[in-house]
């Protein structure tokens, strides 16, 4: 099945988006933006999920209906910026199972060091959603599917807010088999590896350490 890229033109996420990206929103907005921008991200990005007839019993009669088939999923937020979207999708998929994959960048060469890793221990029967609000480089993500592919999911799905055009790039390049899902595709890096005109540091903003 061919990799599908969408950046997504809801009109709900372009509203709420334009909000997030404002400099004088405060941080506890911010958070509730992040997640409600993820929770329409996941409705999108689940279109496709495998589902199995079942019988429902209603007090009415008997009636014939989809539910998600086999495993539910695992949501695997990129620390620290990630955990700003896991709300957001876990309020459609409460069953789903959570880890998380700690990289930090180096401010010189921009570089991601990986710092923790926890997965389900059950992955491997999983459909797998890794999250981060930026995908800027292309580093951080590009290194949290190579660990959890060792693992070896189901599938493997990335969701971010805002993308940079060669962080998109390298994650095509490097993960051709990985769906990628950004709200919006922005211009370009700087000299100091932030998206243009992106929204800032997104894990500043979530956490209010700016």
């Not at 971010?160 to 769906?179: I, N, Q």
């Amino acid at each position: 099945m061919p990799r599908k890229v969408m950046i997504m033109d809801h009109p709900l996420i372009a509203h709420k988006l334009s909000i997030l990206r404002n400099k004088n929103t405060p941080s506890n907005q911010f958070r509730t933006l992040i997640n409600e921008i993820s929770e329409l991200m996941i409705f999108e990005a689940t279109r496709d999920l495998e589902t199995e007839e079942v019988e429902v019993e209603t007090p009415c009669g008997i009636a014939k209906c989809r539910q998600l088939a086999g495993k539910k999923l695992a949501f695997v937020p990129i620390l620290r910026a990630g955990i700003g979207m896991l709300d957001g999708a876990l309020t459609l998929v409460p069953a789903a199972r959570v880890g998380h994959i700690g990289l930090y960048r180096d401010e010189k060469t921009l570089e991601p060091h990986e710092y923790y890793c926890k997965l389900p221990h059950d992955i491997e029967e999983r459909e797998v959603f890794v999250v981060d609000p930026m995908l800027a480089t292309g580093g951080s993500a590009c290194d949290a599917i190579k660990l959890i592919k060792q693992r070896k999911p189901k599938k493997i799905s990335f969701l971010c807010t805002v993308a940079a055009p060669s962080g998109l790039e390298r994650l095509k390049e490097e993960h051709p088999d990985v769906d990628i899902y950004c709200a919006a595709l922005d211009e370009r890096l700087n000299e100091n590896g932030y998206i243009v005109p992106g929204l800032g540091d997104a894990g500043d903003r979530i956490f209010g350490t700016l």
